[in-house]
């Protein structure tokens, strides 16, 4: 909340001593708000991304175990191996 408040009244000093146009004011603004806008987006995206490296990790760890365990057996089953 206080953020919000603070946030509110730079941007109201900032349109009162601005040394540009009103328009330009608020091209930037728009410009700022759209920044401001991107930020969440951008936090979910590396989370996103963080995720599927570990999804990917954990996958590639249990596809290695399974292949063990399945050669294992085979070595035991079908050769006779007594020592797997």
Same mark, same amino acid.
């Given at each position: ?19 540009? *146009?009103? !328009? ?7 410009? *700022? ?8 987006e951008e936090k979910m995206q590396a !989370? ?11 996958? *590639?760890?249990?596809?290695?175990? !399974?292949?063990?365990? !399945? ?14």
């Amino acid at each position: 909340m206080k953020f919000l408040l603070g946030f509110g009244i730079g941007i109201g000093l900032g349109m009162i001593f601005a040394p540009e *146009s009103g !328009a330009e004011t608020r091209r930037k603004l728009r410009e *700022s708000f759209a920044d401001l806008a991107r930020i969440p987006e951008e936090k979910m995206q590396a !989370a996103a991304d963080a995720l599927e490296q570990k999804a990917g990790d954990l996958g *590639s760890r249990i596809g290695r175990q !399974a292949a063990q365990a !399945a050669v294992e057996n085979v070595r035991k089953d079908v050769l006779g191996d007594k020592t797997a």
